[in-house]
Nanobody, 118 residues
Framework: QVQLVESGGGLVQAGGSLNLSCAAS????????MGWYRQAPGKQRDLVAT???????NYADSVKGRFTISRDNAKNTVYLQMNSLKPEDTGVYYC????????????WGQGTQVTVSS
C-alpha cells in the first residue's frame, strides 16, 4: 500500500514563501515523474511543475522564476519551493508520482491547501 503524505501548506501574505513536501511511504519502485498540480475553487486541476527521474523539469508559465521543484530519490520525496506568492496561487496543491515501466503506477496525494492573501 503506497501513500503520499503532503505537508507545508498554509496561509501566507502575498510576496511570501512556502515549501511543500510530498513523501511516498510503502514499497514503491522509483518514479519516472514526480510533480505538483493545483486546483483553485471551481476550476480544473492544472499542472504546476514536474520533474523526471533524469531531472528534466517543466513549469507552468505562471510560476516560472518563482517556484522550484526538486526531488530526493532516496527518500521518495518531491518538494516545491514557492516564492513571491500571489493571490492567484491560492488552491489545493496535489502531488503525483508516476512510473511508466512495469510495475506501472500513478498515485496522488490527498492535497494541501495554500492560501495567499492580498
Amino acid at each position: 500500500q503506497v501513500q503520499l503524505v503532503e505537508s507545508g501548506g498554509g496561509l501566507v501574505q502575498a510576496g511570501g514563501s512556502l515549501n511543500l513536501s510530498c513523501a511516498a511511504s510503502g514499497t514503491i519502485f522509483r518514479a519516472n515523474a514526480m510533480g505538483w498540480y493545483r486546483q483553485a475553487p471551481g476550476k480544473q486541476r492544472d499542472l504546476v511543475a514536474t520533474i523526471s527521474s533524469g531531472s528534466t523539469i517543466n513549469y507552468a508559465d505562471s510560476v516560472k522564476g518563482r517556484f522550484t521543484i526538486s526531488r530526493d530519490n532516496a527518500k521518495n520525496t518531491v518538494y516545491l519551493q514557492m516564492n513571491s506568492l500571489k493571490p492567484e496561487d491560492t488552491g489545493v496543491y496535489y502531488c503525483k508520482v508516476e512510473r511508466y515501466s512495469p510495475p506501472r503506477y500513478a498515485y496522488w496525494g490527498q492535497g494541501t491547501q495554500v492560501t495567499v492573501s492580498s
